[in-house]
Structure formats: C-alpha cells, structure tokens
T-cell receptor, first 114, second 115 residues
Framework: GAVVSQHPSWVICKSGTSVKIECRSL??????MFWYRQFPKQSLMLMAT?????????EQGVEKDKFLINHASLTLSTLTVTSAHPEDSSFYIC??????????FGNGTRLTVT | AQSVTQLDSQVPVFEEAPVELRCNYS??????LFWYVQYPNQGLQLLLK??????LVKGINGFEAEFNKSQTSFHLRKPSVHISDTAEYFC?????????????FGTGTQLKVEL
C-alpha cells in the first residue's frame, strides 16, 4: 500500500483564493519532505525541502511567501498556495524520507486555478 | 551541481519488442542513480536504483539498468514490453553525500507501447 498519502488528489479553486495540500507519511516518521512541481509533459522541479520542526529551504526562484510550507510533525507536511493565480495551475508532488526509510512519493495533487 | 539528460522525449515501440530508454548524467561528485515511472495523474514509483556494487541493476516489472561510469550513463532496458508499460519514465540522480536526499530529474521519456 501507499506509504505517502497526498490530499487532495485534485482541486479547483478561484483566482485569489488559497489552497492547502497535505502530505502524510503513513507508516514511518518523515524527517524530511520535499515538494515538487510538474508542468504538463515536463520534469519535476524541486520547490522546497522541509525538515520537521524547522523552516523550509526553498529553491532559487520559488516564492516562499506564495508557497507556504509547514512541517510541524514527523508525519505531516503541508503546502499552501496563497492567492492562487491561473499560472499556479500545475501538478504538485510531495516525497518523504526518514532516517531508516527510503524516499517515497505521494500520488500528486492536480491544482487548477480558474 | 548535477544534471540529467534524457535525450528521447518519446519512444514508440511494439508490444513484446525490446526497449532501451537512455539516460546520461553529469556530476562533479559521486551520485546514486534512479529510474522512476509515472502513470497519468499519479506520483512516481521507483523502478530501480543504483547505489553501489554490481553495475547491472534489476528492478520491478522486468526492467533493468546498467551503470556505466566511464560513459556517465544509466540506460533502462526491458527485453519485452507490455501495453501496461506505457507511461512516463524519469531518470534521476542524488548526491551520495551532502545532498540531503534531493533528487535531480531528467526531462522524462514517454514510452508508448503499441499493439
């Protein structure tokens, strides 16, 4: 079964609203979680790395005030897209790893901003 | 920094034929190598990985890959493909040390298996 659960699997929101995406590790403690963004027919681009209990580290070019990442527990990280715009429409994927667990990916969230 | 090149954006192949998906990488430090498969609107599933040891790595679903250090390649192969293998395949690298488990992905190869 899936060891990383991502929710929701798809979401449609209106421009200007905020959307929260959850990433949960189901049977291991995820000390590190990664958030990726994937445009249609393109590769995955790392947005940020989050370690439990500390601030996320964002990749160059990613707006940290727009993409808020919280990793408050060893099993949950959230990505909030604030004041979403149509250009934020994309496929967002999380992955998680623990000290004794390899990297696992969630099933992704399809965000459509209208 | 590391980079991954997947030269073939699309590979059409007939069912039961062999296939090779190419992957070349560039890195100034030692890396681990991975192949992932992605089905439409889904996350990534690990096919196989090379960490150390034998350069021929066998993975799930009958796939295998060979690490060639001199050519900095990690091509993915399957001797006989099935319709269900139609998907997007990503090659990725991760620094052995100091990378914090970050993956750098190639641009992907769409494998389309036809009858």
């Amino acid at each position: 079964g899936a060891v990383v659960s991502q929710h929701p699997s798809w979401v449609i929101c209106k421009s200007g609203t905020s959307v929260k995406i959850e990433c949960r590790s189901l049977d291991f403690q995820a000390t590190t979680m990664f958030w990726y963004r994937q445009f249609p027919k393109q590769s995955l681009m790392l947005m940020a790395t989050s370690n439990e209990g500390s601030k996320a580290t964002y990749e160059q070019g990613v707006e940290k005030d727009k993409f808020l990442i919280n990793h408050a527990s060893l099993t949950l990280s959230t990505l909030t897209v604030t004041s979403a715009h149509p250009e934020d429409s994309s496929f967002y994927i999380c992955s998680a790893s623990g000290t004794s667990s390899p990297l696992h990916f969630g099933n992704g969230t399809r965000l459509t901003v209208t | 920094a590391q980079s991954v090149t997947q030269l073939d954006s699309q590979v059409p192949v007939f069912e039961e034929a062999p296939v090779e998906l190419r992957c070349n990488y560039s890195s100034s430090v030692s890396v681990y190598l991975f192949w992932y498969v992605q089905y439409p609107n889904q996350g990534l599933q690990l096919l196989l990985k090379y960490l150390s040891g034998s350069t021929l790595v066998k993975g799930i679903n009958g796939f295998e890959a060979e690490f060639n250090k001199s050519q900095t390649s990690f091509h993915l192969r399957k001797p006989s493909v099935h319709i269900s293998d139609t998907a997007e395949y990503f090659c990725a690298v991760m620094r052995v040390t100091g990378g914090g488990n970050k993956l750098t992905f190639g641009t992907g190869t769409q494998l389309k298996v036809e009858l």
